[in-house]
């Protein structure tokens, strides 16, 4: 099996513009199927390097998010609806989106409170319109992505590493792996702060609602 994938994996990387089509495919397949697109991020990193993989993750993370979105807003209406009504985040997103709905779709990305593939599905029931949650989702998707794609080119200047091609330093002075290790302290702190402040929102919603009904 590890055979199998080093060599699909050597294939990818050699067969120039075809390797990268056939990625940006399986990684918007896998991806509406509920497959981690961090995973995917960060393996686009390691097969295309920091830069390579950012723009490949973050053209297929797009549409991947888009093609759900309106499958959502179309076939999947009542199965996103359910969804949405067994967890309290997403009935609290559900609320929240019609008021401010382009910050707060840009606020879901940059801290992932919510799976990539659920959140995608859930927003297509929230009225939230195309234009703003494409514009949303593409600058919300860029931090996050450029850490997993810089984090997966790292694995392979690792690998490089233990092979005696160069030496951790020459890889600590690389500007990339600088910046991306910068950019993951960042969104972790960024993570932190932003579900604090959902968590809060959340709270207040549920309690002014179970005050309304117990006022009646």
């Known amino acids: ?15 120039g513009e075809a390797g990268i089509v056939l990625y940006f495919v399986i990684f918007v397949t896998a991806t509406l199927m509920f497959f981690p697109a961090s995973l995917l991020a960060a393996l686009s990193g390691w097969l295309f390097g920091a ?30 609806s359910r969804a949405a009504g067994r ?58 992505t450029y850490v997993y794609a810089a984090a997966g080119s790292v694995i392979s200047d690792v690998q490089v590493l233990l092979h005696g091609g160069f030496s951790a330093r020459d890889i600590l002075q690389r500007a ?11 969104s972790l702190m960024l993570l932190f702060v932003i579900k604090k402040i959902f968590n809060r929102i959340a709270g207040i919603r549920a309690d002014t609602r179970n005050n309304t009904i117990g006022d009646r």
């Open 1 to 15: 099996m590890s055979e199998l994938a080093f060599s699909f994996s050597h294939y990818l990387q050699s067969s």
């Open 51 to 80: 830069i390579g993989g950012t723009v490949l993750a973050l053209l297929a993370g797009t549409t991947s998010a888009l093609v759900a979105f309106c499958l959502s807003k179309s076939q999947l209406f009542p199965v996103a």
């Open 87 to 144: 967890n309290r985040y997403l009935k609290t997103l559900l609320s929240l989106s019609h008021n401010n709905a382009l910050l707060l779709i840009l606020l879901l990305r940059l801290s992932s409170v919510l799976p990539f593939t659920a959140l995608n599905y859930v927003l297509g029931v929230s009225g939230v319109s195309l234009r703003k949650y494409a514009a949303a989702t593409v600058f919300g998707l860029i931090p996050g």
């Open 176 to 186: 990339d792996v600088l910046t991306g290790m910068a950019v993951a302290v960042a």
